[in-house]
């Protein structure tokens, strides 16, 4: 436990004293502010109509007309932006060749594995955090439901891990970020298309199709459902990725 | 402290390392020799658990390389070739990550860092970030990094690569004050680096053992013959044909205005010919060991292929 934490220590400080992290968490909030005030105002012109008509105003609900349509978007900007936080995290260690140092040092690979997905976990918890300001504001003139809010969230978090977990993978088959970074970012964007193919397709496909899309299962949460196959499905999602990268890096060293 | 028998280590049909053995007691520093290519930072690899081997068996510290890794991984330091530093980290902070994941103790790492501070001469470099420190003071990092946790085994890769005359006088300084209770394996393809640091030699060439032992038994086996080399002022044939005259000296050879005189090894001539040259009136200017030396050694090892 204490290396891996060791591991993840020395990663954030990788992420905090270059502008990597800063740059990403900053783009991140700006583009985040950006859909939110949109939708704000959209929905504040639409209450303005609807007030007129007292049987639609019971239909106006905060959190389907904008949070759900902010998680989703805030989804597909981590799609673009996480593979820039994992892409550096086995290549660069490769390029330099301080891989030798830590594979030569009593750590686990296993350890090392998840030194460096925590740190990116949590540089990942803190963007999320930060748009959390924005939702107070909300809360502060507006009477939004918290549950289902949090359960958006929620989701947010495990499929950004998710991602995180392929990113890994791939910064761990090469040496270069860029080829690392691109990898995972047609990674994720291939399992996103495959939602509009699953609403296209009929019979088991459909099914399997929509099982296997990231955003199925994101769209259930953001509107307040918490299905336990959702959670499994993210969670081995992530395991998987951490698999593959154990995988690869006892290969290797073993060829 | 160092125990290599039969190792071997294929990568597909190519073989880096092909049955090495060799021994290295505990308190000695040895070096491992060999031109470029000889499989030198592919044997230090598997001897620290980077690379598996193919074949073979390795103990280090009285730990099987294979089968306790760990233990091995704890008792050993190794500065690989490619100093493996984080640019962005400052000299300390490299040095406390290096303790913390090396299982130096949180209450002793303070100390440990400092230790190596100390020892690679850095204390004036501590808060500078890596990247701005000149290359001398990286591979001292690297040395440093080596020590942090005191390991009783350190193996080093080419430790005085790339670095310039006086910083490579420095750095085997740096080793050879290391010397005592560790067992340090360093690697080189540079003769004067073994004969200046090391205590014995392990020469291997395309992955093949040539030869190894302390430099004592080397020259003895492979030379059996000791010699000198006079600077006379009046040299030439002449001079030459009086040394071989005298009792004992086997052969003495012109060599432009210097004569090479060798005689079997158990005796001395030195004195005979001092007094000879003196009484010759051949106006006597130098006088120098001409040992089987270890370059000779060397380059008569690696291009003839004499293999013990």
């Given at each position: 436990m204490k290396n891996i934490w060791f591991i993840a220590k020395k990663e954030l400080q990788a992420y905090f004293s270059s502008p990597i992290a800063y740059v990403v968490i900053a783009v991140f909030l700006l583009l985040v502010g950006f859909f939110f005030y949109s939708l704000i105002m959209w929905f504040n012109s639409q209450a303005m109509q609807l007030a007129q008509n007292p049987a639609y105003y019971?239909?106006?609900?905060?959190?389907?007309?904008?949070?759900?349509?902010?998680?989703?978007?805030?989804?597909?900007?981590l799609l673009l932006m996480l593979p820039l936080l994992t892409m550096r995290l086995f290549a660069e260690e490769k390029k330099i060749g301080t891989e030798e140092l830590l594979f030569t040092s009593p750590v686990s690979i296993n350890q090392i594995i998840l030194g460096k997905y925590l740190a990116s976990l949590i540089v990942l918890a803190v963007m999320l955090l930060l748009t959390g300001l924005l939702m107070i504001f909300t809360f502060a003139y507006g009477n939004p439901e918290l549950a289902p809010l949090l359960d958006g969230y929620l989701g947010l978090f495990l499929m950004g891990?998710?991602?995180?977990?392929?990113?890994?993978?791939?910064?761990?088959?090469?040496?270069?970020?860029i080829v690392a970074a691109i990898l995972t970012f047609g990674t994720l964007l291939l399992f996103w298309v495959l939602n509009w193919a699953g609403s296209a397709a009929a019979g088991i496909w459909k099914d399997a199709l929509?099982?296997?899309?990231?955003?199925?299962?994101?769209?259930?949460?953001?509107?307040?459902?918490?299905?336990?196959?959702?959670?499994?499905?993210?969670?081995?999602f992530s395991f998987f990725g951490l698999f593959l990268t154990h995988s690869v890096i006892q290969s290797r060293r073993w060829r | 402290m160092i125990e290599v028998a039969e190792?071997?280590?294929?990568?597909?049909?190519?073989?880096?390392?092909?049955?090495?053995?060799?021994?290295?007691?505990?308190?000695?520093?040895?070096?491992l020799l060999g031109p470029n290519a000889a499989g030198k930072t592919t044997t230090m690899r598997i001897l620290t658990g980077y690379l598996p081997a193919t074949d073979g068996k390795a103990v280090v510290a009285g730990f099987d390389v294979f089968e306790q890794a760990t233990e091995v991984k704890k008792a050993t330091g190794y500065l690989p070739e490619v100093v493996p530093l984080?640019?962005?980290?400052?000299?300390?902070?490299?040095?406390?990550?290096?303790?913390?994941?090396?299982?130096?103790?949180?209450?002793?790492?303070?100390?440990?860092?400092?230790?190596?501070?100390?020892?690679?001469?850095?204390?004036?470099?501590?808060?500078?970030l890596i990247k701005n420190i000149s290359r001398g003071y990286k591979q001292r990092v690297g040395i440093a990094q080596a020590l942090i946790h005191d390991p009783q085994v350190l193996i080093l890769d080419e430790p005085t690569i790339g670095l310039d005359p006086a910083q490579i006088i420095e750095i085997r300084e740096l080793i050879k004050s290391l010397r005592g209770e560790r067992t340090i394996l360093l690697s080189t393809h540079i003769l004067a680096e073994v004969t200046q640091t090391c205590d014995g030699v392990v020469i291997i060439n395309e992955g093949k053992l040539m030869a190894s032992g302390s430099l004592d038994e080397l020259t003895a086996s492979y030379g059996?013959?000791?010699?000198?080399i006079v600077k006379l002022r009046k040299g030439g044939e002449k001079a030459a044909a009086l040394f071989r005259g005298l009792p004992g000296v086997e052969t003495a050879v012109p060599e432009g205005g210097e004569v090479r005189i060798e005689w079997g090894r158990g005796q001395d001539c030195r004195d005979d010919i001092a007094r000879l040259a003196v009484e010759e009136g051949l106006?006597?200017?130098?006088?120098?060991?001409?040992?089987?030396?270890?370059?000779?050694?060397?380059?008569?090892?690696?291009?003839?292929?004499?293999?013990?």
């Open positions: 019971q239909q106006i609900n905060i959190n389907q007309m904008v949070f759900s349509p902010l998680l989703h978007n805030m989804s597909i900007i891990a998710a991602f995180l977990a392929i990113g890994i993978f791939y910064s761990s088959l090469t040496e270069n970020q929509n099982y296997v899309s990231f955003f199925q299962h994101f769209d259930d949460m953001t509107r307040g459902i918490l299905d336990t196959s959702d959670l499994v499905y993210y969670l081995s | 190792l071997v280590k294929r990568y597909g049909d190519f073989s880096a390392v092909k049955g090495i053995s060799f021994k290295v007691e505990r308190g000695k520093i040895w070096g984080y640019p962005e980290m400052t000299v300390s902070s490299y040095l406390g990550f290096v303790a913390e994941i090396k299982g130096v103790s949180s209450a002793k790492k303070k100390e440990a860092v400092g230790r190596a501070l100390h020892a690679g001469g850095l204390e004036s470099v501590r808060h500078r059996g013959k000791d010699g000198t106006g006597l200017l130098e006088m120098r060991p001409a040992a089987m030396n270890i370059e000779d050694l060397y380059l008569k090892i690696v291009s003839g292929g004499v293999v013990q």
